[in-house]
């Protein structure tokens, strides 16, 4: 079998199917600052009042303004926020942007960064692993309630993008996973359908890239297949009845589950790569890179393992993993083509050529051999 090691990351407890009203005073009963993080598009909204409530005397301040892909500009503000406000504890209620910004706003408190050539200097690369996390916690920690399926709050990675460039950055520190998540089904509700349905999408991408890994683990495998089988189930229910909080509950369950492979050092692939290349160069939202890509990067991975395809395909309902996710997800009313995102095959070429030569893309099952080869997988989603 030979050695490996499987990471727990650094986090205590994950409430599921719990009201946020309920969970979240019980989170933040040994806090005395706590830093709300949320989006402008939910600030007015019923979701935040109750967090407001729950906290109640405790807030210490609102960050209401984390803009897609975390800006560095939103990560310092919010970093100088929580000094400021000497927080002891951040509150994340939102999207992936949201919860990857106040992870690595809060690694800039720890690490004493407060300008963007500090921070993206404090980048890591993608193929890092996060190391351990014996000792004693750094200040603030975090407490998670998230609204989409993206999964970022089981995770002690984060994005964050710097706008200019059209550069994506990867953080990596093992305490920036929040300590804590609460999976309120209701809590997505006020999520955009679009929105939602596409970070499901990005949960398949997790389970589905890790599921055909050319390097399995026994605890991936596991929990990748049954993410996969929760997911085929869940979003087509969410999609036909908007107000069913079961359908809602089975897909945060099978999102954490998407996720968890990669504690068994399980990599990600192409899909995951060319979707961090579209997000930063195209402002392409991340679940919609995964509706474009994992349909055409399973088409090109085929030779390599086609049996791990075929299996997914049958959770899909079909006989090959390419086309049986393209229409599951077209089922689902979401785009599945570059050309629907505004991007046309003038654009394959600058995008391919964006590629440093770093993970996941380097873990792709088939190995991708340069340039050349992202054009061939782009064009099957042109």
């Known amino acids: 079998m030979g050695a490996h090691l499987h990471q727990w990351p650094a986090q205590g407890r994950v409430h599921h199917g719990a009201a946020l009203v309920d969970a979240l ?3 933040i009963a040994d806090a005395s600052r ?9 600030a007015g909204g019923a979701l935040v009042a109750s967090a407001t409530a729950a906290i109640g005397a405790r807030l210490a301040g609102t960050f209401a303004t ?13 970093a100088a926020l929580l ?27 720890w690490r004493g960064i407060a300008d963007a050539g500090e921070l993206v200097a404090a980048a890591a690369s993608r193929g890092a692993a996060p190391g351990h996390w014996d000792g004693a916690p750094p200040a603030p920690r975090m407490v998670a309630i998230p609204t989409t399926l993206s999964a970022a709050e089981f995770a002690p990675h984060a994005g964050y993008t710097d706008l200019v460039a059209g550069r ?3 953080a990596l520190d093992p305490w920036m996973v929040p300590r804590a ?3 309120d089904p209701a809590a997505t509700l006020e999520t955009p359908a679009e ?16 599921w055909c890994s050319t390097e399995p683990q026994a605890f991936s495998d596991a929990v990748s297949r049954q993410a996969m089988l929760m997911l085929a189930e869940g979003l087509p229910r969410v999609h036909r009845h908007a107000h069913d909080l079961d359908a809602r509950a089975l897909c945060q369950q099978a999102m954490w589950l998407s996720v968890m492979g990669g504690w068994s050092g399980v990599p990600v692939g192409a899909s995951h790569g060319i979707g961090y290349i579209l997000g930063a160069a195209k402002g392409v939202p991340h679940g919609i890179t995964s509706c474009l890509m994992l349909h055409a990067v399973m088409r090109w991975n085929a030779p390599v393992n086609e049996g791990r395809q075929r299996d997914l395909a049958h959770i899909l309902g079909g006989e090959e993993a390419g086309p049986a996710i393209e229409a599951f997800v077209r089922g689902l009313g979401l785009p599945t083509r570059l050309s629907e995102q505004g991007i046309g095959p003038g654009d394959i070429p600058g995008l391919a050529a964006r590629w440093t ?14 340039a050349a080869d992202l054009e061939e997988i782009l064009h099957l989603a042109a």
């Open 25 to 27: 005073p019980r989170e």
């Open 34 to 42: 706590v830093v709300l993080v949320t989006t402008r598009s939910l």
């Open 66 to 78: 984390m803009r897609a892909h975390s800006p560095v500009e939103d990560v310092l503000a919010l």
């Open 83 to 109: 000094r400021d406000s000497d927080a002891d504890l951040v509150v994340a209620l939102g999207g992936g942007s949201v919860i990857d910004g106040s992870k690595v706003a809060c690694l800039a408190v």
């Open 168 to 170: 994506k950055y990867r």
């Open 181 to 183: 998540v609460i999976l």
């Open 195 to 210: 929105l939602l349905l596409s970070s499901g999408i990005r949960a398949l991408d997790h389970a589905a890239e890790r």
């Open 357 to 370: 030569g770093d993970a996941p893309i380097a873990t792709n099952p088939r190995p991708v051999r340069g």
